[in-house]
């Protein structure tokens, strides 16, 4: 690369880096050092440092196991149903179905809608009177779930809303990769003898691999880190702040108790929960390449 | 005989769970349409028809005869149009040069950009929210625009230098030769083959905005610079849920960004993957 060109790289590459300087980089450091201190509602104007005060506090509460846990059960249970879903849904669509444009296209529907208003419908559909998921349940004679004041329950309605958001994405990445495993390969399983289930388990699957890693590893991060779903659809953790993961626990913590060091310092632990996860994947991804 | 039966089977299987799966998908828009078009009298009704008796687009002039909608509305197109222009601005030149150049602290800023990813979204919005105070940002719609391209951007710097790698450099040297200056090079020949990625990042950051609820909240108090989401979610009371008018309003939200997505989604994913298989 001629100078000339090196000089043009510079000045494109300039402002994005001031940028991501300024709104990215800079805040990261500044939540760093926050977490080191004491600054919260009593100390908005002298906040002082602390050390890891914050750190050591998080593992000697109760309420952080409960939640931590909670978070992994949501993001686990979440994703077994997005790739069970989006994979069954991306099988059926691959045949040769009349109609499978239509469907493909609603089936997306809930992916392509702001996350946020399906949260709310969701949240009005679990209404224990009037919500249709009551109603419906009563037409086939079950009785009406106390979706809110229970714990158990409270937790499953944003598991079943985030379910909905989640698989449309599996299914396109899936269907995708399918449309592109060479019908050569199950034509010579058939002729050796392979049945439908051999079929899956020994070309289908290897074969989508490449895709769905990066999804899996992509939806675990946006799971591990949705803020929107249990917000929105407990209504700020419903019942008594029962209803946390990790995120809308910090986001309470910041904005509505107002208590900056901790919630900082349990920023970074989530950050650095997900870089120990992501790092896992890829040790996995390697190992299993040699 | 038996195999044909077998076949028939199998195809009615097939579709019912095809059909199963299109309900679970669909029914929850299908309740937003029918509560946008109830009556006052039936908002708390127990039925589920699609099309309720006495329908009426009240709610929807509601909307826009009594409701600031146009205004939230207003808030939400500046905000949304503001990001995506930056980021598109930033991404099409900052990705370029990740992708063509190669210096020192190149590998480390891919990294970071990485990273970023799996920040909660409490480690840039509580600092930001803080600075901004401090800066007399809180409560100005540029503001909350600044917190949008602190997280579109990076995001957007990745899919554009994604696709600039999968773009033979030896056009951009072709035009070199035959005379173009390096900007030359890149507004004639690269940047218009970059198309189909220029949509997504605009798309991308668009929607950032245009969906984005939780930031808004905490930047935002004024009744006057509510954007869409936090208008919205306004209909939501203590005491009493406006569900037409929420209804109608949601539909009116989601109806663009649903048809712009259904037509870019097949390039939303391929510049998804890419970018992490490259990673």
Same mark, same amino acid.
């Given at each position: 690369?001629?100078?000339?060109?090196?000089?043009?790289?510079?000045?494109?590459?300039?402002?994005?880096?001031?940028?991501?300087?300024?709104?990215?980089?800079?805040?990261?450091?500044?939540?760093?050092?926050?977490?080191?201190?004491?600054?919260?509602?009593?100390?908005?104007?002298?906040?002082?440092?602390?050390?890891?005060?914050?750190?050591?506090?998080?593992?000697?509460?109760?309420?952080?196991?409960?939640?931590?846990?909670?978070?992994?059960?949501?993001?686990?249970?979440?994703?077994?149903?997005?790739?069970?879903?989006?994979?069954?849904?991306?099988?059926?669509?691959?045949?040769?179905?009349?109609?499978?444009?239509?469907?493909?296209?609603?089936?997306?529907?809930?992916?392509?809608?702001?996350?946020?208003?399906?949260?709310?419908?969701?949240?009005?559909?679990?209404?224990?009177?009037?919500?249709?998921?009551?109603?419906?349940?009563?037409?086939?004679?079950?009785?009406?779930?106390?979706?809110?004041?229970?714990?158990?329950?409270?937790?499953?309605?944003?598991?079943?809303?985030?379910?909905?958001?989640?698989?449309?994405?599996?299914?396109?990445?899936?269907?995708?990769?399918?449309?592109?495993?060479?019908?050569?390969?199950?034509?010579?399983?058939?002729?050796?003898?392979?049945?439908?289930?051999?079929?899956?388990?020994?070309?289908?699957?290897?074969?989508?691999?490449?895709?769905?890693?990066?999804?899996?590893?992509?939806?675990?991060?946006?799971?591990?880190?949705?803020?929107?779903?249990?917000?929105?659809?407990?209504?700020?953790?419903?019942?008594?702040?029962?209803?946390?993961?990790?995120?809308?626990?910090?986001?309470?913590?910041?904005?509505?108790?107002?208590?900056?060091?901790?919630?900082?310092?349990?920023?970074?632990?989530?950050?650095?929960?997900?870089?120990?996860?992501?790092?896992?994947?890829?040790?996995?991804?390697?190992?299993?390449?040699? | 005989?038996?195999?044909?039966?077998?076949?028939?089977?199998?195809?009615?299987?097939?579709?019912?769970?095809?059909?199963?799966?299109?309900?679970?998908?669909?029914?929850?828009?299908?309740?937003?349409?029918?509560?946008?078009?109830?009556?006052?009298?039936?908002?708390?009704?127990?039925?589920?028809?699609?099309?309720?008796?006495?329908?009426?687009?009240?709610?929807?002039?509601?909307?826009?005869?009594?409701?600031?909608?146009?205004?939230?509305?207003?808030?939400?197109?500046?905000?949304?149009?503001?990001?995506?222009?930056?980021?598109?601005?930033?991404?099409?030149?900052?990705?370029?040069?990740?992708?063509?150049?190669?210096?020192?602290?190149?590998?480390?800023?891919?990294?970071?950009?990485?990273?970023?990813?799996?920040?909660?979204?409490?480690?840039?919005?509580?600092?930001?929210?803080?600075?901004?105070?401090?800066?007399? #940002?809180?409560? %100005? /719609?540029?503001?909350?625009?600044? !917190?949008? $391209?602190? &997280? =579109? @951007?990076?995001?957007?710097?990745?899919?554009?230098?994604?696709?600039?790698?999968?773009?033979?450099?030896?056009?951009?040297?072709?035009?070199?030769?035959?005379?173009?200056?390096?900007?030359?090079?890149? #507004?004639?020949? %690269? /940047?218009?083959?970059?198309?189909? !990625?220029? $949509?997504? &990042? =605009? @798309?991308?950051?668009?929607?950032?905005?245009?969906?984005?609820?939780?930031?808004?909240?905490?930047?935002?108090?004024?009744?006057?610079?509510?954007?869409?989401?936090?208008?919205?979610?306004?209909?939501?009371?203590?005491?009493?849920?406006?569900?037409?008018?929420? !209804?109608?309003?949601?539909?009116?939200?989601?109806?663009?960004?649903?048809?712009?997505?259904?037509?870019?989604?097949?390039?939303?994913?391929?510049?998804?993957?890419?970018?992490?298989?490259?990673?």
């Amino acid at each position: 690369m001629g100078g000339t060109q090196r000089k043009l790289a510079f000045w494109f590459l300039l402002p994005s880096a001031l940028v991501l300087l300024g709104v990215v980089a800079y805040p990261f450091f500044f939540n760093v050092w926050i977490s080191l201190t004491n600054w919260n509602m009593f100390h908005f104007r002298d906040p002082h440092f602390v050390g890891l005060t914050h750190y050591l506090r998080l593992f000697s509460e109760p309420d952080f196991y409960r939640i931590f846990g909670k978070t992994i059960a949501w993001t686990v249970i979440n994703l077994i149903f997005h790739f069970t879903l989006g994979l069954g849904a991306a099988l059926l669509l691959n045949r040769n179905l009349p109609g499978r444009n239509l469907y493909r296209a609603l089936l997306i529907l809930p992916w392509a809608m702001p996350q946020y208003i399906s949260a709310l419908t969701w949240r009005g559909m679990f209404n224990v009177e009037y919500g249709a998921v009551n109603i419906i349940l009563g037409k086939l004679g079950i009785a009406g779930v106390p979706w809110f004041s229970s714990e158990f329950w409270a937790f499953m309605a944003p598991v079943i809303t985030n379910i909905w958001l989640g698989f449309p994405f599996i299914m396109v990445i899936a269907l995708g990769g399918l449309q592109s495993i060479p019908k050569e390969l199950y034509e010579a399983a058939r002729i050796d003898g392979a049945g439908p289930v051999r079929q899956f388990f020994n070309i289908t699957l290897p074969m989508l691999k490449p895709v769905l890693k990066p999804a899996l590893v992509l939806g675990t991060i946006w799971t591990f880190n949705n803020l929107n779903v249990i917000w929105l659809v407990t209504d700020q953790g419903l019942p008594a702040d029962k209803t946390h993961i990790l995120v809308t626990y910090v986001y309470k913590a910041a904005f509505m108790y107002y208590r900056y060091g901790y919630a900082a310092a349990f920023s970074v632990f989530i950050f650095l929960v997900l870089v120990v996860i992501v790092k896992g994947y890829n040790r996995a991804a390697r190992e299993e390449a040699y | 005989m038996n195999r044909r039966l077998a076949k028939i089977w199998q195809h009615v299987w097939v579709h019912a769970l095809v059909w199963l799966l299109v309900l679970f998908a669909v029914f929850p828009i299908l309740q937003i349409v029918a509560i946008s078009l109830r009556p006052g009298d039936q908002l708390y009704s127990t039925e589920l028809q699609i099309i309720p008796d006495n329908a009426t687009l009240d709610a929807y002039r509601i909307m826009f005869t009594e409701k600031p909608f146009l205004l939230w509305l207003r808030n939400s197109l500046v905000v949304s149009l503001g990001t995506a222009l930056i980021g598109v601005a930033l991404a099409s030149l900052g990705g370029f040069a990740l992708s063509r150049a190669r210096f020192a602290g190149r590998g480390a800023a891919l990294q970071g950009i990485l990273m970023t990813q799996m920040f909660p979204a409490t480690m840039l919005l509580l600092p930001l929210y803080l600075l901004m105070r401090k800066l007399h #940002l809180v409560d %100005t /719609l540029g503001g909350v625009m600044i !917190a949008y $391209v602190a &997280t =579109a @951007l990076p995001f957007c710097i990745w899919t554009m230098k994604g696709y600039y790698d999968t773009i033979p450099v030896a056009l951009n040297e072709a035009a070199l030769i035959d005379g173009c200056s390096p900007l030359q090079a890149f #507004l004639r020949v %690269t /940047l218009p083959l970059s198309a189909p !990625a220029l $949509v997504i &990042t =605009a @798309l991308f950051s668009f929607m950032t905005g245009w969906s984005e609820f939780m930031v808004a909240r905490v930047m935002l108090a004024s009744r006057e610079l509510m954007t869409l989401p936090l208008g919205l979610e306004s209909l939501f009371t203590t005491y009493q849920t406006e569900w037409a008018n929420y !209804a109608a309003g949601s539909l009116l939200v989601c109806l663009p960004v649903v048809a712009l997505f259904l037509v870019l989604n097949r390039y939303l994913v391929s510049g998804l993957t890419l970018g992490s298989v490259k990673g």
